[in-house]
């Protein structure tokens, strides 16, 4: 027979999946995870944008910034495809991996620390 009064424990919720530091950090290692597996960057894009607005102020400037990385850094792509007909865009689309990589690392460090992004809506780093 059953407590009536038994209540199951409450859990903070934080998990991959749900909006917190743990999935900050899965968007960010998922772009980084996309220079060999290119779809996760496309997942964690998506994981961004569901769990933005969800969470502490300090995390939505992690899902402001990642979105942006997203973003930015596919523009920075095409324009960088678009000059290797002048051969300069292969110097740029090495610029532009280490751009992203150092946008990630960056993130995975401020979130690591429970640190907000200081200006997430910054076009640089």
């Given at each position: 027979?059953?407590?009536?009064?038994?209540?199951?424990?409450?859990?903070?919720?934080?998990?991959?999946?749900?909006?917190?530091?743990?999935?900050?950090?899965?968007?960010?290692?998922?772009?980084?995870?996309?220079?060999?597996?290119?779809?996760?960057?496309?997942?964690?894009?998506?994981?961004?944008?569901?769990?933005?607005?969800?969470?502490?102020?300090?995390?939505?400037?992690?899902?402001?910034?990642?979105?942006?990385?997203?973003?930015?850094?596919?523009?920075?792509a095409?324009?960088?495809?678009?000059?290797?007909?002048?051969?300069?865009?292969a110097?740029?689309?090495?610029?532009?991996?280490?751009?992203?990589?150092?946008?990630?690392?960056?993130?995975?460090?401020?979130?690591?620390?429970?640190?907000?992004?200081?200006?997430?809506?910054?076009?640089?780093?």
């Open positions: 027979m059953a407590d009536p009064n038994y209540r199951p424990p409450v859990t903070s919720g934080e998990g991959w999946f749900s909006p917190g530091r743990l999935n900050v950090q899965l968007v960010y290692c998922l772009y980084l995870v996309s220079f060999v597996v290119g779809i996760t960057g496309i997942i964690g894009l998506i994981l961004a944008y569901v769990n933005r607005g969800k969470s502490e102020p300090w995390i939505d400037t992690h899902y402001t910034y990642a979105i942006r990385t997203f973003w930015i850094g596919l523009l920075y095409l324009i960088s495809s678009i000059l290797m007909l002048v051969a300069i865009g110097i740029l689309i090495f610029g532009v991996a280490i751009w992203i990589v150092v946008r990630c690392v960056i993130g995975l460090q401020k979130a690591s620390a429970g640190e907000p992004i200081a200006r997430p809506t910054s076009w640089w780093i």
